[in-house]
């Protein structure tokens, strides 16, 4: 009688470990820092280019606002290396001294945007960088040289962030950890209800 009590409690101590540990591994994702990844596309002229932001308050502050539609401003060049003009509303600042590089975009003066197709140096905050395109490349669909460039931003479709999804949450729908919503995920680390989840 004594074993059978003994074996009981091996099993009860055993399965709640094991629970403990699934609950563990539901809550940890596998990559950390892709719950804050978030993109932004830029359009010119038909053609769109997706800007990897950085982390910070002006790039929260910008995607709140691009939550509301797309924004689409005139930007003009200025010195041979950028792009650059006033979005219209301000966003938090946290100026450094960056060594601009193409395909930099940043926050000048708290409501101009500016994004490099060349090199400058100076204080800004950072928003983020276009990835992929050479210089030339970054001249030629920024329409560098050119005045009045009619420049759109806007969220890739269907993207949320993370912190609003359980707002959005009462059909039971799964999100990926970079915020898109997906239906019948069958496999990998997903946002439900929002907690995250390991199928």
Not at 174 to 188: A, D, E, Q, V
Request: proline share 4%.
């Amino acid at each position: 009688m004594k074993f059978r009590h003994y074996l009981l409690l091996v099993a009860t101590m055993l399965f709640a470990s094991c629970s403990a540990a699934d609950e563990t591994k539901a809550e940890t994702p596998a990559h950390p820092t892709a719950i804050n990844s978030q993109t932004m596309n830029i359009t010119i002229d038909g053609v769109t280019h997706a800007v990897t932001l950085t982390g910070n308050a002006a790039t929260n502050a910008l995607v709140e606002k691009l939550r509301q539609g797309p924004v689409t401003v005139s930007l003009n060049t200025n010195g041979n290396f950028e792009i650059w003009g006033s979005l219209g509303f301000s966003l938090p600042t946290s100026d450094e001294y960056i060594n601009g590089q193409p395909g930099d975009v940043v926050l000048y003066s708290d409501s101009n945007i500016c994004i490099f197709y060349g090199n400058n140096s100076y204080s800004y905050t950072r928003l983020g960088k276009i990835e992929g395109l050479s210089a030339a490349e970054l001249k030629a669909f920024l329409k560098g040289g050119q005045s009045n460039i009619s420049v759109t931003l806007s969220l890739p479709s269907g993207a949320t962030a993370i912190h609003n999804i359980h707002q959005a949450s009462e059909d039971d729908a799964h999100y990926t950890l970079n915020g898109f919503k997906t239906t019948r995920p069958t496999h990998g680390i997903y946002i439900r209800n929002g907690k995250k989840i390991v199928l």
